[in-house]
């Protein structure tokens, strides 16, 4: 007995499985570029990229986990290595003694800025040029309404 399909047609499953594949697939790819040209791990360069598009570039840790899709204690590890690196820089809250700051630093925007094309162009090669328009449309409703009805 197939106890996948108890619950899901093999059909739908084989959806499943490819879409996780070609997630993993693009993703591995586009940290092998960064790790290659620029010496900076996935997580890393996301990092960098929300603090550099968010206000004053810097969010609360809290934010910063949700954003890059970490646990509080991953970020935290992440944010160390990159504190280290002099690439972030941790601020206290004024309003909540508790609260935290991750800080993108003047040479984590260098970073960012040197890597970003690399990041771009990944995205480019194995995803936006391989699906048309139409189908970019499609994606595109199908990931907003499983993000909505999922949040």
Sequence with gaps: MDVVADVISPEEF?????????QV????????????RHDLPLASF???????QAPR???????LADRVLLSR????RLVDRLEREGLVERHACASDARGLFAVLTGSGRRRLE????????????????????????LVAATASKLAADLA
């Design 57 to 63: 570039q810097q969010l609360r840790m809290n934010d």
């Design 73 to 76: 204690s991953g970020l935290t």
């Design 114 to 137: 040197g890597s970003a094309p690399t990041y771009h162009r990944c995205i480019r090669e194995c995803f936006l040029d391989r699906i048309g328009a139409g189908e970019l449309k």
């Design 46 to 52: 996301e990092v960098l990229q929300q603090l550099g």
């Design 14 to 22: 084989a959806v499943w499985r490819s879409l996780q594949r070609v």
């Design 25 to 36: 697939t693009i993703m591995r790819r586009i940290e092998a570029q960064l790790l290659e």
